[in-house]
């Protein structure tokens, strides 16, 4: 999970957020036009696909990943370890604090 500033506004962004955090999952997104008083860390917008999902909120984007139990710790460790990155550099993009670093 990566935090950042409330922005009650954030249900609004939804094109903004498909072109930042298209580098983790290039998909349509889900709006789930929550109220903007509602509480913060309710997903405003959801991103799926098979193995991963980013939840974002007023205050946070926040990444779910599954793993084919076939697939070795090893392999992973190491694709955590890229969508963490890619994570927080999406968020960078989203939230207006700069270009990726992919």
């Given at each position: 999970m990566v935090s950042f500033n409330r922005d009650t506004t954030v249900r609004?962004?939804?094109?903004?957020a498909?072109?930042?955090?298209?580098n983790i999952i290039n998909k349509a997104s889900i709006n789930?036009?929550?109220p903007d008083d509602s509480d913060p860390s309710n997903p405003r917008i959801i991103f799926r696909d098979t193995?991963?999902?980013?939840v974002i909120?007023?205050?946070s984007a926040t990444l779910l990943a599954r793993f084919d139990n076939l697939e070795?710790?090893?392999k992973q460790v190491e694709a955590t370890d890229e969508n963490v990155s890619k994570l927080f550099n999406?968020?960078?993009?989203?939230?207006?604090?700069?270009?990726?670093i992919i």
């Amino acid at each position: 999970m990566v935090s950042f500033n409330r922005d009650t506004t954030v249900r609004l962004k939804q094109p903004k957020a498909e072109e930042a955090f298209k580098n983790i999952i290039n998909k349509a997104s889900i709006n789930t036009n929550l109220p903007d008083d509602s509480d913060p860390s309710n997903p405003r917008i959801i991103f799926r696909d098979t193995f991963k999902e980013i939840v974002i909120s007023q205050i946070s984007a926040t990444l779910l990943a599954r793993f084919d139990n076939l697939e070795s710790l090893n392999k992973q460790v190491e694709a955590t370890d890229e969508n963490v990155s890619k994570l927080f550099n999406c968020v960078k993009v989203f939230a207006g604090d700069g270009p990726a670093i992919i």
